[in-house]
C-alpha cells in the first residue's frame, strides 16, 4: 500500500507521550486511554488515504474480535454490564453499539476499530455471512496484516501484553461482551 512515511518526529512525538506505558503506579486502563489517544492521531495522519469516514458502517457488521482488557474498558466507562457468552463467529449482525449508522462508544472503541482502514468504495465494505461473496478489499490495520504500521503493532502488543497478564487472554466478538 502507498502510503506517506511517519516522520521521525512524529514517531518520536508518540514515544514521548507513551513513556507512562513503563510506569508500573499507573493503572492499565489510563495506559489504555493513552494508546488511544496516540492512535487517533496516527488516524489523523493516515485519514486522507482511506474511505472510511462517519456514517459508513459497513464494517461493524463484521466479528470485531476484542480483548476481555478492552471490553472491561468499555463496560467501565459507558457503565454496561458485560455479557460473557462463548466466542461466536460470522455473526451477520451489526455491532450492538452502532446507532443510526454512528457508533455509540467512539471515544471508547476498541483497537481494531481504530486502526481498520481500507481503500476504494467503503460499498465493497458490506458483507453478509449467510451469503458470502468474496470481495478484494484494500485492507489496512488488521492483526493478519501486521496491523499496518510498526505504532499500530506496538499498541495492540501493549494490549494484548495486559489481556495475557491480567485477562487470560480472552479474545471474544464484541457481541460476546455485549
Same mark, same amino acid.
Given at each position: 500500500m502507498d502510503l506517506p512515511n511517519f516522520t521521525q518526529e512524529f514517531v518520536s512525538q508518540i514515544n514521548n507521550n507513551l513513556i507512562l506505558l513503563q510506569d508500573r503506579n499507573i493503572d492499565v486502563y489510563k495506559k489504555l486511554e493513552a494508546v488511544y489517544n496516540e492512535s487517533d492521531k496516527?488516524?489523523?495522519f493516515l485519514s486522507p488515504y482511506f474511505?472510511? !469516514?462517519?456514517?459508513?458502517?459497513?464494517?461493524?457488521k463484521y466479528d470485531v474480535l476484542i480483548t476481555a482488557f478492552e471490553a472491561n474498558y468499555i463496560a467501565r466507562k $459507558? !457503565?454496561?454490564?458485560?455479557?460473557?457468552?462463548k466466542l461466536s463467529i460470522k455473526n451477520n449482525s451489526f455491532c450492538p453499539f452502532l446507532k443510526d449508522n454512528i457508533c455509540s462508544i467512539y471515544k471508547y472503541r476498541?483497537? $481494531?476499530?481504530?486502526?481498520? !482502514?481500507?481503500?476504494?468504495?467503503?460499498?465493497?465494505?458490506?458483507?453478509?455471512y449467510n451469503n458470502a461473496v468474496s470481495k478484494r478489499l484494500e485492507?489496512?490495520?488488521?492483526? $493478519?496484516?501486521?496491523?499496518?504500521?510498526? $505504532?499500530?503493532?506496538e499498541f495492540a502488543g501493549f494490549i494484548d501484553y495486559v489481556n495475557i497478564s491480567i485477562f487470560k487472554g480472552e479474545l471474544k466478538d464484541i457481541r460476546n461482551y455485549f
Open positions: 496516527v488516524n489523523a474511505s472510511c !469516514h462517519a456514517g459508513c458502517s459497513f464494517c461493524c $459507558i !457503565h454496561y454490564p458485560i455479557k460473557n457468552e476498541p483497537l $481494531i476499530c481504530r486502526t481498520y !482502514h481500507v481503500r476504494g468504495n467503503p460499498k465493497e465494505c458490506e458483507c453478509d485492507q489496512y490495520g488488521t492483526k $493478519i496484516g501486521g496491523y499496518g504500521n510498526k $505504532i499500530y503493532s
